[in-house]
């Protein structure tokens, strides 16, 4: 087993625990549903939070900043980052679509990005 798929393994494990003790909706969700979609809409949310907790971190991004901020917090970074990946994989589970399904639309349109660059897009 890849680390992708021991990520995989690890959110779905969590996500039915959520569902246990906590109420978590069972999945994958109704995706054409008014509910299912609300629900996946909820966690892009929680999603988008995480990736900007990160961006918090960089604060050397500031075009109109002219000194420079010594310090990173890498841990902080990393972790933010962490975060946003589990529910990246929450909304990929909750909606239904498996692992090799996914993986195959990733390295499709991965391989569409470089020709892309290569047919001078």
Known sequence: MDRFEKMWEQQEGFMNLLHEKRGFPKFPVDIYSKDGQKFLKTISH?????????????????????????????????????????????IIIASG???????????????KNFQRIEEGY
């Open 97 to 111: 679509i498996s692992i090799d399904e996914f993986y195959s639309a990733y390295m499709s349109k991965g391989k």
């Open 46 to 90: 929680e999603c988008m939070g995480e990736l900007f907790e990160a961006n918090q971190e960089l604060k050397n991004c500031k075009s109109h900043r002219v000194t420079e901020v010594s310090s990173f917090n890498r841990e902080a970074y990393v972790e933010e980052l962490a975060d946003s990946m589990h529910y990246l994989f929450e």
